[in-house]
């Protein structure tokens, strides 16, 4: 089924109060909130299947909720954290990127495996929700078999209290 923009609106006075209270401090804007869906793909190097950190402004953040149950078969999100802290790795935002394209090079991943770093594949039922800086070196998974579908939510900081969490721009 389609989730409607007044569902999504909805949706979003369920969790971004708590977000812009506990980790923006003050109000958010929806900028995008795509679904994806994720299908077995013979590509061995999709785009967004490479590690990366998304190139947008300081003071993005995402929210990703997943529309099915996610196993490593169904492609899940994967981001680079340190062992035993679980600190991520986060890339900072430069002009220009620090990597081509966002994508960070093989041997710069491999780098961080030698030095105590892991992959951490996030597998969930529906409505398993991620809040996650985009900074952060993450991939998504190919699917191998069934999907992953996805709402992402990509929020950034507001001065003021907007009228609506959804741009009226995304009801048309």
Same mark, same amino acid.
């Given at each position: 089924?389609? %989730?409607?923009?007044?569902?999504?609106?909805?949706?979003?006075?369920?969790?971004?109060?708590?977000?812009?209270?506990? %980790?923006?401090? $003050?109000?958010? %804007?929806?900028?995008?909130?795509?679904?994806?869906?994720?299908?077995?793909? @013979?590509?061995?190097?999709?785009?967004?299947?490479?590690?990366?950190?998304?190139?947008?402004?300081?003071?993005?953040?995402?929210?990703?909720?997943?529309?099915?149950?996610?196993?490593?078969?169904?492609?899940?999100?994967?981001?680079?954290?340190?062992?035993?802290?679980?600190?991520?790795?986060?890339?900072?935002?430069?002009?220009?990127?620090?990597?081509?394209?966002?994508?960070? +090079?093989?041997?710069?991943?491999?780098?961080?495996?030698?030095?105590?770093?892991?992959?951490?594949?996030?597998?969930?039922?529906?409505? &398993?929700?991620?809040?996650?800086?985009?900074?952060? %070196?993450? @991939?998504?998974?190919?699917?191998? $078999?069934?999907?992953?579908?996805?709402?992402?939510?990509?929020? @950034? +900081?507001?001065?003021?209290?907007?009228?609506?969490?959804?741009?009226?721009?995304? &009801?048309?």
């Amino acid at each position: 089924n389609a %989730i409607g923009v007044s569902k999504l609106e909805d949706l979003c006075h369920e969790f971004l109060p708590q977000i812009e209270d506990k %980790i923006f401090g $003050s109000f958010v %804007i929806v900028e995008q909130a795509p679904i994806y869906r994720r299908v077995p793909c @013979k590509l061995d190097e999709a785009r967004a299947t490479l590690w990366h950190s998304d190139h947008h402004f300081e003071g993005i953040i995402k929210v990703m909720i997943y529309l099915n149950d996610v196993g490593v078969q169904n492609g899940p999100f994967e981001h680079l954290r340190q062992k035993g802290t679980g600190n991520c790795v986060r890339v900072k935002a430069l002009e220009p990127p620090k990597y081509p394209k966002s994508r960070v +090079p093989k041997e710069v991943i491999s780098a961080y495996f030698e030095n105590g770093y892991e992959s951490h594949k996030v597998v969930g039922k529906r409505g &398993t929700m991620l809040i996650f800086d985009n900074k952060i %070196i993450h @991939k998504g998974n190919i699917v191998q $078999s069934g999907h992953r579908d996805v709402l992402v939510f990509q929020l @950034k +900081p507001a001065a003021f209290k907007p009228e609506r969490y959804m741009d009226p721009r995304w &009801t048309k």
